[in-house]
């Protein structure tokens, strides 16, 4: 069974930084490395968004505007990971951060971790 699994929500003051880690469970290595990596989020009463991807097996990356400068991602092909550090943390950036990627032609999303940013 191929699945994600989140880590390292929690909550932070604003300033603070945390680091969020996706590990895809079950996931052959040489699909992982080919697999475009990304992390969502979703507030409360919004849609979901694109925070950053990772594409190219990491070579290339993508940022949302309102996160460029403080996140950044990376991955760990070996452990068919994908990592997500986040600095400079506002409360805008409270929200449930989901990783997702495509498997067998579908989308598979992890079941998220909360990330909350007090003032």
């Known amino acids: 069974q191929v699945y994600l699994a989140e880590s390292g929500g929690g909550l932070v003051p604003a300033g603070g930084s945390l680091k969020l880690s996706c590990r895809a469970h079950?996931?052959?290595?040489?699909?992982?490395?080919?697999?475009?990596m990304a992390w969502y989020r979703q507030a409360p009463g919004q849609q979901r968004e694109l925070v950053a991807s990772?594409?190219?097996?990491?070579?290339?990356?993508n940022y949302a505007d309102s996160v460029k400068g403080r996140f950044t991602i990376s991955r760990d092909n070996t452990r068919r990971s994908v990592n997500l550090q986040m600095n400079g943390l506002i409360p805008e950036d409270t929200a449930v951060y989901y990783c997702?990627?495509?498997?067998?032609?579908?989308?598979?999303w992890g079941p998220g971790t909360q990330v909350t940013v007090s003032s």
């Open positions: 990772s594409m190219l097996g990491g070579r290339r990356t």
């Open positions: 079950g996931m052959i290595l040489s699909v992982f490395n080919s697999n475009d």
């Open positions: 997702g990627t495509h498997y067998s032609g579908k989308e598979l």
